[in-house]
């Protein structure tokens, strides 16, 4: 699986987007990116993942870079509750789900 | 609403103690997991498996033992515990197929051993 490289730390203002960016060049065709969230003291917990395509839920929007080798997690709205540690994953299609976890970022939202 | 739980959210052992850690899905997942998270290491799988009395080593399965006697039950032991193995303790479970990516974790179990 590809590895991953994300800025440390970011802040955002309370109301305003965020964007979250990460690297992942060595990225390969079946590979998936695949983005979670730890807030302090909880398990991670799955946002949003994609292949090629843009993708949006209710949580978030993905956007992945023509090349593929970088993506952006948008939060357009980001709250208080945001503030968390962001990890961007990279993994294949097969592997039983297997993720390896990097160091991610640690989103501060500011009021 | 789905849920993984885990049997203890602090537990504080002896070294040298036999440590079980239990972890309950209740969505019919195939594939279940077992991390530790450390400050400055991250999160770490220690073991894995994809079916009922299956697993598979992760990247750090020293000191460790799973068992899955059942598809929604996944346990971790610590035979004899050291300090090293002091940490915070995720479960995860996911479903097969193409949304294998998609984990659900647990609370966490954080250990001490003293």
């Known amino acids: 699986d590809a590895k991953t490289t994300q800025p440390p730390s970011m802040d955002c203002a309370e109301g305003r987007a965020a964007n979250l960016p990460c690297n992942h060049s060595?990225?390969?065709?079946?590979?998936?990116v695949y983005w979670y969230r730890q807030i302090h003291s909880q398990g991670p917990q799955y946002i949003i993942h994609g292949l090629k395509n843009n993708e949006t839920n209710e949580m978030a929007s993905l956007i992945i870079t023509e090349d593929r080798k970088s993506s952006t997690l948008i939060l357009p709205h980001a709250t208080l509750r945001d503030t968390a540690v962001y990890y961007c994953?990279?993994?294949?299609?097969?592997?039983?789900?297997?993720?390896?976890f990097g160091q991610g970022t640690t989103l501060q939202v500011k009021p | 609403d789905v849920k993984v739980t885990q049997s203890s959210r602090y537990l504080v052992k002896r070294t040298g103690e036999k440590v079980f850690l239990e972890c309950v899905q209740d969505?019919?997942?195939?594939?279940m997991f077992w991390y530790r998270q450390d400050p400055g290491l991250g999160l770490r799988l220690i073991y894995f498996s994809y079916d009922v009395k299956m697993k598979e080593k992760g990247d750090i399965p020293e000191g460790y033992s799973v068992s899955r006697e059942k598809k929604e039950r996944f346990s971790l032991i610590l035979e004899s515990a050291s300090t090293n193995q002091t940490s915070m303790y995720l479960c995860a479970s996911s479903s097969g197929g193409r949304s294998t990516g998609e984990l659900f974790f647990g609370e966490g179990s954080r250990l001490t051993v003293l």
């Open positions: 969505m019919d997942h195939e594939n």
């Open positions: 060595t990225i390969s065709g079946n590979e998936y």
């Open positions: 994953i990279v993994k294949g299609s097969g592997n039983t789900g297997k993720l390896i």
